[in-house]
């Protein structure tokens, strides 16, 4: 015990010592944009695609759904991706030669990629060396720093990973260390607006093919942003559904002088289910989780069949949406919105682009903030438009956002009994204000000198 006592001291110090020269080193260790995983790559890694042939085996709701438009020649949206998908399920060659076909004229660089990285063992050395120079020039091509470009690039980059390492490398060496972190994350730190449907559907595509070939995360980098995305994406859908042919869809709020557009709708699900996917212990994953899981959402349309087949995984529990806060306001982006409850019919009150909504029973209104109106009461929430001289009476509300001000100005804030104190309004022009419950108090507003 003697011996112990005294040598035990000397191996702890030599250990922290130790400690202390090689954790800065690991530190520093680069990054490593070499692709090493073994085709396929692009988002059918080993684990999902033995779990999606499982689906098959099981004869599951999915795959019939999907299974049934490749039997009956439907016209599929985004033919490539569909039957080389068939393919890698089924190792059908009559589905690989559909997509080779396809991929003989087309231009879709995403959907090129994914044909070389999931029938590549139908390939002859003709298509390899014809789609694999297509792929080659897209990837070597920087282009604009949008996620669309960017995803379409590392799908090229990573596609070609074994014909030629080194294009792949030094095209994902660029998206990562240029155009996303020194364009798009200083972006989103100063405040950049969740991106459309499109761009976020690409986004996540971008995320998870990085992170299974690179094991790097994207999000890391702006992890705030990040944060706002599920939130925003819930409250953003407007509340009643709408019933197409093929399924009900949930709504992303849109122009109030558009029509309703199905193709966002589905594109808005097909990322819900990627989001969940990426970050399924995440309690904002559960909550949307339990949002996607009911069958009369269920994609079965042409575009959206084979991403509900791919992405969702209806044996993961969920938590109920109904217990998801029914207000969201981020002050980086000014995104704000507000619902009444849960249900189809609820009222509900949100931002889109640069205007201010509200939609009740089925109707969406456009509102104008300079124009003086009534207070738009919201459960606990009040909204109420900055038009001059400003006063307002505070009653039962527990929230207010007076909406309509300049954005980051400050403003003198007068409550009744209180002093005086100084607010700033977020990206949107917005003030959020908070009181204790069942008060009655009048607001007086104005910028500060």
């Known amino acids: ?16 010592a130790l400690l202390a020269v090689l954790i800065p080193i690991a530190a520093q260790t680069p990054e490593e944009f ?16 033995r779990l999606l042939k499982k689906e098959r085996e099981r004869q599951s709701m999915r795959w019939e759904q999907f299974s049934a438009l490749i039997a009956g020649r439907a016209q599929m949206t985004e033919p490539g991706l569909a039957n080389c998908l068939y393919y890698a399920i089924t190792g059908d060659p009559d589905a690989a030669r559909q997509a080779l076909d396809w991929a003989a004229s087309a231009k879709d660089i995403r959907q090129i990629a994914i044909i ?9 050395p003709a298509q390899l060396k014809s789609l694999g120079s297509r792929l080659a020039a897209a990837a070597s091509t920087p282009g604009s720093a949008t996620f669309t470009h960017m995803r379409d690039r590392a799908f090229a ?7 030629q390492p080194a294009v792949t490398e030094s095209a994902m060496r660029d998206i990562v260390l240029h155009q996303w972190r020194q364009i798009m994350v200083p972006q989103l730190e100063a405040g950049a607006a969740t991106p459309n449907e499109d761009q976020l559907f690409a986004l996540y595509e971008l995320l998870h093919t990085i992170r299974d070939n690179l094991n790097i995360d994207l999000r890391e980098n702006a992890v705030d942003w990040f944060k706002e995305i599920p939130p925003v994406h819930l409250l953003s859908h407007y509340p009643a559904s709408y019933p197409a042919p093929e399924n009900e869809y949930r709504i992303p709020a849109y122009d109030a002088e558009q029509e309703p557009d199905l193709h966002r709708a589905a594109e808005s699900r097909a990322t819900e289910l990627m989001m969940v996917a990426y970050d399924s212990n995440a309690s904002d994953s559960q909550f949307l989780q339990g949002w996607l899981m009911q069958d009369r959402y269920l994609m079965r349309s042409t575009f959206g069949s084979p991403y509900e087949f791919i992405w969702a995984n209806p044996y993961q529990p969920g938590l109920s949406y109904y217990h998801f806060p029914l207000t969201h306001h981020d002050p980086a982006t000014g995104a704000l919105f507000v619902r009444s409850s849960w249900e189809d019919d ?25 124009r003086p109106r009534d207070p738009i009461e919201i459960g606990a929430t009040a909204i109420v438009m900055a038009h001059q001289p400003f006063r307002f009476q505070v009653k039962d ?9 300049k954005p980051h100005t400050r403003y003198d804030v007068e409550v009744d009994e209180e002093e005086m104190r100084e607010e700033t309004s977020d990206a949107a022009g917005t003030l959020d204000l908070s009181f204790p419950q069942e008060t009655t108090t009048g607001i007086r507003l104005h910028p500060s000198r």
């Open 157 to 163: 980059a990573i596609a070609i990973a074994d014909e």
């Open 397 to 405: 509300a527990e929230h207010v956002y007076i909406i309509g001000l």
């Open 346 to 370: 609820a009222v509900w009150f949100g931002r889109v682009g640069s205007e201010w909504q509200t939609f009740r029973d089925g109707k969406i209104t456009a509102l104008d903030p300079t």
């Open 116 to 124: 070389y990285d999931w029938c590549h063992p139908a390939l002859n």
């Open 1 to 16: 015990m003697t011996q112990w006592a005294w040598y035990m001291p000397s191996v702890l110090k030599s250990c922290t």
């Open 34 to 49: 070499k692709v090493y995983t073994e085709q396929p790559r692009l988002i059918l890694r080993p684990h999902r695609l």
